[in-house]
């Protein structure tokens, strides 16, 4: 079962669309108006929905997919750079989406709600691109729904990362801290100064607005988050337990190791230069997986390359995919940044 949220909020006079000119200024970009982008949403056979954001009414090209606690604005700027007809979802939990009665928001559940959806909202993507948990939930839907998934980009994330050996910790966590921090606060402002405080690179405007796209307001005035990741979760029932129960740890994604071996779809994986989260001995185990593999660094970007350097990302997802940039012409595969075959 699955509850839709947006029932219970307060009076808000938001314009999630409003902020737009913010980015194409940061990025050096011509904004002439908002740009043919809309709110929808895809139901789910076994009940909730799954909210995206359309960019264009053309085909979509592209499929963006969030990391946890973040949700489909994430990839605003990454969308302007690319100007190509898109859609960006809400992983259930977040954003709009329905939240799961059982707490379950891993990557397994999110990958069967996608192939439920994907079919009609985004057939015929040149590529998908998930980041962190989007990227997990990428690496469960390329292995179980090859079809939908021509090429994928992977962001900063392989099934290693949940190693407890190894998990980033204090000032290496950086805006991912945010997600064990406090449910609610008395203010926006209140909310908006520990996310601005936990990332010192970015622009502070530019944090603010990602924190509004993920702030909701409740009835009795205090601000929360749009996701639902704080309380324990219960596991849902899987074929990898983790334990004598016969139920499936979420938050361990190192059974995902298995799925990395049956993608067959030309993989690019992206690493933040400045993050933790991935070791060189990750790339080593998933080009041992898939030879093909491509991989790149990315400088001046941390776990979230998408908003540290989205200019850098947008050109690499563009290239790897063989995209038409704005004006429509489609540029020549550079693979000099990219190792692999």
Known sequence: ????????????????????????????????????????????????????????????????????????????????ALGRPAVAFDLLGHGRSSWRDDRDYGPWSNAEALGAVLPAVAPAAAVVVGMSLGGATLIRLAATFAQLCR?????????????????????????????????????????????????????????????????????????????????????????????????????????????????????????GGDSRFVHDSDVAEFRRRVPSLRDTVVGGAGHAVQSDQPLELAGLIRSFAGLADAEGSVPVAEDNDLRGQ
Do not use: C
């Open 1 to 80: 079962m699955a509850t839709d949220v947006e029932s219970t909020l307060g009076a808000d006079d938001y314009d999630e669309f409003g902020l737009l000119h913010e980015n194409a200024e940061e990025l050096g970009l011509p904004f002439a108006g908002r740009p043919d982008l809309s709110r929808r949403y895809a139901d789910l056979p076994e009940g909730g929905r799954l909210s995206y954001l359309r960019w264009g009414r053309a085909d979509p090209e592209i499929v963006f997919l969030h990391g946890g606690g973040q949700n489909a604005h994430t990839w605003d700027s990454v969308a302007l």
């Open 151 to 271: 090429r994928i980009v992977i962001v900063d994330v392989t099934p290693q990362v949940t190693d407890p050996e190894r998990l980033p910790k204090g000032a290496d966590l950086g805006a991912v801290a945010l997600i064990s921090g406090p449910p609610t606060f008395d203010s926006f402002e209140e909310m908006a100064a520990g996310a601005v405080a936990l990332s010192p690179n970015r622009p502070a405007a530019a944090v603010r607005r990602g924190v509004r796209h993920n702030a909701r307001r409740l009835p009795d005035g205090r601000w929360g988050w749009r996701y639902d990741l704080f309380s324990p979760r219960a596991p849902a029932p899987g074929a990898l337990p983790a334990g004598g129960d016969g139920r499936r740890d979420q938050s361990d994604l190192r059974p995902l190791w298995d799925d990395v071996s049956l993608i067959s779809a030309p993989t690019l994986l992206v690493r």
